[in-house]
C-alpha cells in the first residue's frame, strides 16, 4: 500500500475535523433539533433530529479515513 499523497493527507485531516467540528456543534446546541425556533417537542423528535447531522459528520469523518488510509490493494493486481 502506497503513502496517501499531501493533498490528499490535507483533505483527510479537513474532513475528519469538519466531522469532529460538527459533533461539538451538536453537543454545544448550536446545530440540531433545539437551534431553531423552539425546542422539540418530545425526546423522540430530538432523536430523530439529530440523525442527519450525525449522519454527516460520520459520513466526514469516514471519508477522511479513506482518503489518509490511502490506496487499498484490490486483491493481487500489479
Known amino acids: 500500500m502506497s503513502p496517501p499523497s499531501s493533498s490528499r493527507r490535507v483533505a483527510g485531516v479537513l474532513c475528519i475535523l469538519l466531522g469532529f ?15 431553531g425556533d423552539a425546542p422539540p417537542e418530545s425526546l423522540t423528535a430530538a432523536f430523530v433530529g ?8 460520520l459520513g466526514a ?18
Open 21 to 35: 467540528a460538527l459533533v461539538v456543534l451538536l453537543g454545544l446546541g448550536v446545530l440540531g433539533p433545539g437551534a
Open 50 to 57: 439529530l440523525v442527519p447531522f450525525l449522519l454527516i459528520a
Open 61 to 78: 469523518f469516514v471519508v477522511g479515513l479513506v482518503l489518509l488510509r490511502g490506496r487499498t490493494s484490490g486483491g493481487n493486481r500489479k
